[in-house]
């Protein structure tokens, strides 16, 4: 597909400090910033490159999302799918930025260079019958490294009109649906992964989480525990593993609210003709196996508050 990538993305909080503190903890690497005391704290991932910008708002917010894709052919056209959809654009030689209607996040379609991983195999696993692990101690009891994520996988949004969200990202930008929850929220991809974006519905558009790739299960639980050796507070749900992009889970919060998740072994659709968008409700299109979601997952607590926010600006 002509995108290939989520790039970046910016985030609104009331307390640029404290956010930035837990997503350094989070394992994400700060990028230095040049004198003075910065208004904006950057960071960046493994594979990603830079990916996350946290910046002040007066509530909780994405503010803007970036999008990856190879050349300006792929600019042309998301412009030309955005006027169909009477949204305005605003061109440059190297990005189209548009606002989505629904959320009112600004989305920046960019050129910018695919995400090269370095190829990590699965750990050896023994099982019945396989001996995959001659004479040695699993590779994760030894690790002494600090998590650090690949890459910024997805982000999910509360949108108030979810339709609208849905359209501008599927008919303007270019995204592909992957799987739905019926009457409620669609996953949609911009790369092989199976979801770099879920719009769900909600009465107040906001930052539901964001979403970042580890390595394999034990990062994702190595990632959590020293989350959470530092603060207790910050556990949100976990561990599990998703029916709806396969992935195992871990969600934590941020001091602002958001969620941010450590996640592995995502499904990846690389043949579009060999893929099948399935339609899923119940519990299942939350998750397949874990403990079960806390209420504040669903919604989270500080909605009521973000509602009166939104209404009264
Ligand atoms: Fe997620």
């Not at 004198?35 to 994405?62: C, K």
């Not at 019926?182 to 949609?188: S, V």
């Not at 909600?202 to 959590?224: K, M, N, Y």
């Amino acid at each position: 597909m002509p995108l290939h990538r989520l790039t970046r993305i910016t985030m609104g909080v009331p307390d640029v400090r404290s956010t930035a503190a837990y997503y350094g903890d989070f394992g994400l690497t700060r990028v230095t910033a040049t004198g003075g005391t910065p208004d904006v704290e950057r960071f960046s991932t493994v594979d990603g490159g830079e990916q996350l910008a946290i910046t002040h708002a007066p509530r909780r917010r994405l503010l803007d999302l970036g999008v990856g894709v190879d050349d300006s052919d792929d600019l042309d056209r998301v412009a030309r799918a955005m006027a169909r959809l009477e949204v305005e654009t605003v061109r440059s030689a190297t990005a189209v930025e548009a606002v989505d209607p629904g959320t009112h996040i600004r989305v920046r379609v960019e050129i910018a260079p695919r995400v090269e991983s370095r190829p990590t195999p699965a750990p050896a696993y023994n099982a019945p019958g396989v001996i995959a692990r001659e004479n040695a101690r699993a590779d994760a009891v030894t690790r002494g490294t600090r998590v650090r994520p690949r890459k910024l996988g997805h982000v999910v949004l509360g949108s108030a009109d979810q339709e609208a969200t849905q359209r501008f990202f599927t008919e303007g930008v270019g995204f592909k649906v992957s799987d739905t929850v019926k009457d409620l929220a669609a996953f949609m991809r911009c790369s092989t992964d199976h979801h770099n974006l879920l719009v769900q519905r909600a009465p107040v558009t906001f930052l539901h989480h964001t979403s970042w790739q580890v390595d394999d299960v034990d990062e994702v639980g190595r990632g959590a525990a020293e989350m959470l050796e530092a603060d207790p507070e910050r556990h949100v749900w976990g561990l599990g593993r998703h029916a709806i992009g396969s992935n195992f889970f871990w969600y934590l919060k941020d001091p602002a609210g958001n969620f941010s998740e450590y996640y592995a072994d995502i499904d990846c659709i690389v043949d579009d003709a060999l893929w099948t968008p399935g339609v899923w409700e119940g519990a299942r299109s939350l998750y397949q196996w874990g403990p079960p979601p806390p209420p504040s997952f669903l919604a989270p607590e500080d909605l009521a508050g973000l509602m009166t926010g939104s209404h009264s600006s």
